[in-house]
């Protein structure tokens, strides 16, 4: 299963915590990603992972749900 956002393809980056004494941990920045169902471009219903910032920027055409 995919751990990235299937519209603009962000996915987890490794990083490294900084504590105050300067010692540093490893940590890891993950996409807040959700799932949707959503109209594709031919027109088929799909249920996708995209980020939270592809659905405000509206580059997902949402099903609605009755």
Do not use: W, Y
């Amino acid at each position: 299963m995919a751990k990235r956002c299937e519209i603009c393809g962000k996915e987890p980056v490794a990083g490294k915590n900084v504590s105050h004494s300067n010692r540093h941990t490893p940590r890891m920045f993950r996409p807040n990603l959700q799932k949707v169902r959503a109209v594709m471009e031919d027109g088929t219903i799909r249920t996708v992972k995209v980020c939270t910032k592809c659905l405000k920027a509206g580059k997902v055409k949402k099903v609605a749900t009755f």
